[in-house]
């Protein structure tokens, strides 16, 4: 199974702050990697597929990017709206793994 | 607009079983593979299953095969979940989700149901 690692597990930050979350997966998964966005008690959202792209109505204050191993999403000028935890996720292969999640916090 | 309706949570001992269903609507439910997720309480997601828009294929996680079986009926745009022996660490909420198009391999999820808890008393 490939393992996917998130970092940090935890930020918090100022609103109006810049936000980058790293997602390494164990092997290379070409550019088969996502972004979901949960906020509290909620169900989780897509926000980027295909490492890069946005799902059809996500701000472009999100942006993702990355090719094999290693990929980043970034926040700019984090709102209150945005906090939440963030998942990353591999669909190279199955069983689809998730990294463990970033929890967001305004400080 | 998409809308996944999960239902069919509910308590349930451990050994037994319980069906999920999720109805769909707002796009052509036949035409897209769909997939359970799940979330145990306080914890992080967690891939169940997959099946393709027409039902000939169909994956699980190791944690729940053999045990756990995927299955959707098209002429009613519902997706099922039927989890049997259910243990202790299948309490989670279990989320519906939609993929981005028909082929079960290299495709995102796009949209998401609202979830069913499942709690599993001993």
């Known amino acids: 199974d490939i393992q996917m690692t998130q970092s940090p597990s935890s930020l918090s930050v100022f609103v109006g702050d810049r936000v980058t979350i790293t997602c390494r997966a164990s092997?290379?998964?070409?550019?088969?990697l996502a972004w979901f966005q949960q906020k509290p008690g909620k169900a989780p959202k897509s926000l980027i597929y295909?490492?890069?792209r946005l799902q059809s109505g996500v701000p472009s204050k999100f942006s993702g990017s990355g090719f094999g191993t290693e990929f980043t999403l970034t926040i700019i000028s984090l709102q209150p709206e945005d906090v939440g935890t963030y998942y990353c996720q591999q669909y190279d292969s199955y069983p689809l793994t998730f990294g463990g999640g970033t929890k967001v916090e305004i400080k | 607009q998409v809308q996944l309706v999960e239902s069919g949570g509910g308590v349930v001992q451990t050994g037994r079983s319980l069906r999920l269903s999720c109805a769909a609507s707002g796009f052509s439910f036949s035409n897209f593979a769909m997939h359970w997720v799940r979330q145990a309480p306080g914890k992080g997601l967690e891939w169940v299953a997959v099946?393709?828009?027409?039902?000939?294929?169909?994956y699980y996680a190791d944690s729940v095969k053999g045990r756990f079986y995927i299955s959707r009926d098209n002429s009613k745009n519902t997706l099922y979940l039927q989890m049997n022996s259910l243990r202790p660490d299948d309490m989670a909420v279990y989320y519906c989700v939609k993929s981005q198009q028909r082929p079960v391999a290299g495709k995102s999820f796009d949209f998401w149901g609202q979830g069913t808890l499942v709690p599993v008393s001993s």
């Open positions: 092997q290379g998964i070409s550019d088969y």
């Open positions: 099946i393709a828009y027409d039902g000939s294929t169909q």
């Open positions: 295909d490492a890069s």
